[in-house]
């Protein structure tokens, strides 16, 4: 089992890999936040947002949506080591908004034979929310001998990276519905205006 964790989130966090096998890669992680659930779905399920969010991605469109369910185009980029390369890959997405869950799975992908993924955000009693996600990928390809435990590393830091990412933005659009104006249903126009002092 390997692990990566940091009291500042801003450098590492809480990411832990429970399996390992060939090419075979299990991750599980979790980081707190002040952001409300609704906000951090909102992000989640974003999709053509999604690289203004997540540095790692590049682009992202759906490209069919059924209800509570999405397929969606995503490219980016991967780096390991002195490795690097461009990756594609078609995800179907599934909402389950009501109990906080968003789910992956990857149809096609350049990188990946198969990639599992299960985002859980639950309210906290003190105030905002705790992220948790558990994936399961399987790369294609033959490793060289030596560099799983290389790759080990490298999908722990883009995991940290990834839920720090999700933090961030998650707490920034919290930020920004918690400061809107309130609407009202007698005020005109339906917003609630500050007094007017009158000092003459």
Not at 68 to 76: F, R, T
Not at 93 to 120: A, N, P, Q
Not at 177 to 184: A, G, V
């Amino acid at each position: 089992m390997t692990d990566s964790s940091d009291e500042e989130d801003g450098k590492a966090m809480h990411a832990v890999m429970t399996f390992r096998k060939g090419r075979t890669y299990t991750i599980e992680s979790n980081i707190d936040s002040t952001a409300k659930k609704e906000a951090v779905l909102d992000v989640l399920t974003d999709y053509p947002s999604h690289p203004d969010v997540f540095s790692s991605i590049h682009s992202s469109r759906v490209v069919t949506r059924d209800q509570n369910e999405a397929h969606v185009l995503q490219e980016g980029r991967w780096n390991v080591l002195w490795l690097s390369g461009r990756f594609q890959t078609l995800v179907r997405m599934r909402e389950d908004l009501t109990h906080g869950r968003v789910t992956s799975r990857s149809l096609k992908s350049t990188i990946f034979h198969s990639h599992e993924g299960e985002w859980e955000v639950l309210p906290k009693a003190s105030g905002g929310c705790q992220i948790s996600h558990i994936a399961t990928s399987r790369l294609k390809g033959r490793l060289p001998p030596g560099l799983g435990r290389y790759l080990a590393g490298s999908f722990l830091s883009e995991e940290n990276k990834i839920m720090i990412e999700l933090k961030q933005a998650a707490e920034q659009r919290s930020a920004k519905e918690q400061h809107r104006p309130q609407k009202h249903a007698n005020a005109p126009f339906g917003w609630i205006l500050p007094p007017m002092r009158r000092d003459w």
